[in-house]
């Protein structure tokens, strides 16, 4: 598990980011694992961390389970948790994976990836 920062920043934020990185490593030094999601408008980091997306991303913290079953506790249709699941993957917040049910077929089942998500967001 990792912790996982979302944040709005600019290109050069990113830049400045790298190359402080890149210092470390040409000076040997060891680097601390480190997961940034960074938007430079504000209002596409909200769309993409929204309140619905929180409380699932919780939700699967709290007690990673299927798609179906994160739905009925959420009370939420199946279809809505799937894209929300769908776009936390694409985020590197959840992960996915086929198991196989006893006796038959498969069922997709969602745990989180980050132990937790640092918000921080610059509206100016």
Avoid: C, W
């Avoid at 408008?41 to 007690?63: H, I, N, Q, Y």
């Avoid at 994160?70 to 996915?96: C, E, N, T, W």
């Amino acid at each position: 598990m990792r912790n996982v920062t979302v944040k709005t920043g600019t290109v050069e934020d990113f830049l400045a980011r790298s190359r402080k990185i890149a210092r470390r490593m040409d000076r040997g030094k060891e680097l601390q694992p480190e997961y940034t999601l960074t938007f430079e408008d504000p209002a596409d980091m909200f769309s993409v961390m929204s309140p619905g997306r929180l409380e699932l991303f919780r939700a699967v913290k709290k007690e990673p389970s299927s798609i179906t079953a994160l739905a009925q506790r959420l009370k939420r249709d199946r279809s809505s948790v799937k894209k929300d699941i769908d776009q936390l993957m694409a985020a590197g917040l959840l992960d996915v994976k086929e198991v196989p049910l006893p006796g038959h077929g498969r069922q997709k089942f969602v745990r989180a990836v980050a132990d937790s998500i640092q918000l921080q967001a610059v509206v100016a």
